[in-house]
Each structure stands twice: as C-alpha cells, then as structure tokens.
C-alpha cells in the first residue's frame, strides 16, 4: 500500500502542470453498489485528476455508521476503436460499517458495449482475507439508456442485472435505475427502484 500511495504522489508531482482537475456531488434515494443495497438516502462527493491518460481521484459516500471513502488511479488510453484502462481502487470506512476492499481494475470500451473486471481482497475484519473477481458488461444508447449485466466469482458470489436511464437538466444529472439482485448476492433475490442526482465542476 506505502508503495502504491507513493507512486500515486511522484506521478501527481510530475504532471501537475498539464492536469485537470474536477469535483462532484451526488445524491441516491438508496445507495446500491453493484447491486448490493448500502443505506437509503445517501450523499456523496468526490474529486479527481486527470493528465493525459492518467487520472486519479477520491470519493466519499454517507453509509450510516459514517463514511465510505475510496482512492483510486490508474491509466487509460485508446486502442484503434478501442479505449482501455487498467488501475487501482481502495475502499475504506470511517466506522465498521464494513472493511477494505482492494482490487486491480481492468476495462474495455468499444462503441457502445463496455467491459469491467475487477480482481480483489477483502480484509474481512477478524476473519480470513476473502478474494473475488467482479465482472460487469454494460450496453448504453446514446438516447441515455443502458443495461448491465454483472457479478461475483471466487469467495464472493451472485449476479445483477441493472437497467436505467440518465440525461442531463440544466447542468444537474438525473437517473433512475432499476436494480434485479438474485439470492446468491443479497442473501433472498430483490428489486429496487434508485433515483440519482449529481453536479460536477471544473475546478482548474
């Protein structure tokens, strides 16, 4: 982890003079993280970093029993038709609402069908480290629909399937998702209707 915070502040030193910077905030009227349910009415924030492919930032999200703060930074580029991304993500918590999370990302864009994997370690408090791999493969229109399929594998198992709309209303996102959890995931299968809210901001 020192080794990975380290390469994250010599590459923001090395590049800060052609970086962009931004920020947002969000609102969910339930908080769904890969289709499992976190807290009902949750704000967030966060802000990131971008030169040339590199990017990296932070984010924060209320989960009750305080915040889930994630780091994150890895390097995109384009591949013919191709973009393509690799990174790193941590997830922490300022309470025990739950433990860290670390994971390698890895993604695929072509047109619109898009590729997520994530491989990770879960600390799991006093028990044993737990690995899982997430897999998500996406579809979006440029009418602003889109369908995700998605789930777990290794010591960590279920699927989803997330289907939602979002557009843009005098610089404010909105969305609305609808959220199909099966039982291996959420301990009995479930359905959920989320509505989003968010603002972004150039801060350069």
Do not use: C
Request: glycine share 14%; hydrophobic share 35%; no cysteine.
């Amino acid at each position: 982890m020192k080794t990975l915070t380290t390469s994250l502040v010599l590459l923001l030193l090395a590049s800060s003079a052609h970086a962009d910077f931004s920020a947002n905030l969000g609102y969910a009227s339930e908080y769904h993280y890969r289709g499992i349910f976190q807290k009902n009415s949750s704000a967030s924030g966060g802000l990131d970093y971008e030169s040339g492919g590199f990017f990296a930032g932070t984010w924060a999200a209320d989960v009750g029993d305080g915040l889930e703060v994630d780091g994150y930074f890895g390097y995109g580029t384009q591949v013919g038709d191709i973009d393509l991304s690799v990174g790193y993500t941590g997830y922490f918590y300022t309470g025990d609402f739950d433990d860290t999370y670390q994971e390698i990302n890895l993604g695929g864009v072509y047109g619109p069908l898009s590729i997520d994997i994530a491989v990770g370690e879960y600390e799991n408090f006093d028990g044993p480290t737990q690995d899982y791999t997430y897999y998500a493969l996406t579809l979006t229109s440029d009418a602003g629909l889109y369908g995700k399929v998605a789930g777990f594998s290794q010591d960590f198992e279920g699927e989803y399937l997330e289907l939602g709309y979002g557009t843009t209303v005098a610089e404010i996102d909105l969305g609305v998702a609808a959220i199909f959890a099966n039982d291996d995931l959420v301990g009995e299968s479930e359905e959920s209707i989320v509505f989003t809210l968010g603002k972004s901001f150039d801060i350069n």
